[in-house]
């Protein structure tokens, strides 16, 4: 079955730059979904179709997708970043797969 | 604006049928992917399936034998059915609609979810 890993977590400084990696068997090859979570809340669509953001997300916000790895960077990082992220892809025998969730923590 | 809401039983006995209902508001269920996910308690999301409004079904292999999705367009609800139910079930369930016409465009409109909790 196919399976996108992410790192559990994943520190960064305000005003820095934070990266969340999502990986998979050529998942180049697929649309990347992001997620941002908080605590108690229902999951955020902050990224889709790899790069695209809906019209409420900051341009601080961004996505890629290349070989095997679509990576959320997230510039400026404030302490209201501070959230899980998942990726998410779609399998045409799995159907859809999250990855295991990166926690990012602002300090 | 969308809005979704969950509701059902927040108990389920095991081996029983978890029952859930998700309520569109905002908007008609016709013309998108409907989708159920879950969250287990301090865990990650877990897509459960997706159903069409022209009724196409697809569901995650290894929860197929035990899921049903189904749309009812005169109430304008989605609902989810699970089957023999387990401790592992233990989760919150979210419905959730895509951005676009494609299932893959993302999922953009979420209910607050529901916990359900299997115990005896």
């Known amino acids: 079955s196919y399976e996108l890993t992410q790192a559990p977590s994943v520190s960064v400084s305000p005003g820095q730059t934070a990266r969340i990696t999502c990986s998979g068997d050529?998942?180049?090859?697929?649309?990347v979904s992001w997620f941002r979570q908080k605590a108690g809340q229902s999951p955020v669509l902050v990224i889709y179709?790899?790069?695209k953001r809906p019209s409420e997300i900051p341009e601080r916000i961004s996505g890629s997708n290349s070989g095997n790895t679509a990576t959320l960077t997230i510039t400026g990082t404030q302490v209201l970043d501070e959230a899980d992220y998942y990726c998410q892809a779609w399998d045409g025998t799995s159907g859809g797969i999250f990855g295991g969730g990166t926690k990012l923590t602002v300090l | 604006q969308v809005q979704l809401q969950e509701s059902g039983p927040g108990l389920v006995k095991p081996s029983e049928t978890l029952s859930l209902t998700c309520t569109v508001s905002g908007g008609s269920v016709s013309g998108y992917y409907w989708n159920w996910i879950r969250q287990p308690p301090g865990k990650g999301l877990e897509w459960i399936g997706f159903?069409?409004?022209?009724?196409?079904?697809k569901y995650k292999p290894s929860l197929r034998s035990r899921v049903t999705i189904s749309v009812d367009t005169s109430k304008n609800q989605l609902s989810l059915k699970l089957t023999s139910v387990t401790v592992a079930d233990t989760a919150v369930y979210f419905c959730?609609?895509?951005?676009?016409?494609?299932?893959?465009?993302?999922?953009?409109?979420w209910g607050q979810g529901t916990l359900v909790a299997v115990s005896s």
């Open positions: 179709e790899d790069a």
């Open positions: 050529k998942l180049g090859n697929r649309y």
């Open positions: 159903i069409y409004y022209g009724g196409n079904t």
């Open positions: 959730a609609r895509v951005l676009k016409s494609g299932y893959d465009s993302g999922f953009y409109y």
